[in-house]
């Protein structure tokens, strides 16, 4: 006997709607033959087990129910209400997929920690937002670089009619620290607050 079902036979077998079974597919959770065009029932019923998340066993429970009352119940009592089912939400979009509930819980709680670790260094000051950070340094690096840029034109009278070496890089020495030291002044202000 062939282990592989077509998907609506698949879907018949276990009492699912089509729809559900092309759902497993999108999110990994269908095993298909070699060929792709049919389901192996055992390995996919093994993997939907694994993957199923314990804390959701009462609503499968509510869902079975639903499904005896509207396959059993209704047609033996047809004057009974049919309870509501609602289905789950289909997944995201390049969601991430996991072999089981319990690894990807355990992944999404080592995230979660990450984050509040992140967020208290944060509101501690022990860690800063890159992009102001980032921001800060180039209007920086472009302060620092116009105003040495302008340096030479601010003493180039002044070096002209100097001839001694000596007095010419003790003008030079000091006119750069100067402007140096400006530049810092006016630098930190801006730095200081892209790290706060």
């Known amino acids: ?5 077509s ?19 999108k999110t990994g959770r269908l095993i298909l ?7 192996d029932g055992a390995a996919t019923l093994a993997l939907i087990g694994k ?37 789950a939400a289909a ?29 208290y260094e944060r509101v501690c000051q022990q860690t800063v937002d890159r992009q102001a ?6 209007r920086y690096g472009r302060l620092l670089r116009d105003t ?5 034109k601010q003493i180039s009278s002044d070096l002209a009619a100097i001839t001694d070496p000596w007095v010419l890089e003790q003008l030079l020495t000091e006119r750069l620290r100067k402007t140096l030291e400006d530049v810092s002044k006016l630098g930190k202000d801006d730095m200081d607050r892209a790290m706060s």
């Open 148 to 152: 040495l840029l302008g340096v030479p």
């Open 1 to 5: 006997m062939d282990p592989y079902l």
């Open 33 to 39: 033959s070699p060929d792709g065009k049919k389901v």
């Open 51 to 87: 993957t199923i998340d314990p804390a959701k066993e009462g609503v499968r429970q509510r869902h079975e129910q639903a499904r005896i009352q509207r396959d059993v119940y209704d047609e033996v009592h047809a004057d009974r209400p049919v309870l509501p089912v609602k289905t």
């Open 91 to 119: 997944p995201l979009p390049g969601e991430l997929m996991f072999t089981d509930f319990q690894e990807a819980r355990t992944s999404r709680e080592g995230y979660l920690a990450k984050l509040a670790k992140v967020e």
């Open 7 to 25: 998907k609506k036979a698949f879907a018949d077998s276990q009492g699912w709607s089509p729809s559900y079974v092309t759902k497993l597919l």
């Open 133 to 138: 950070v980032h921001d800060a340094a180039h």
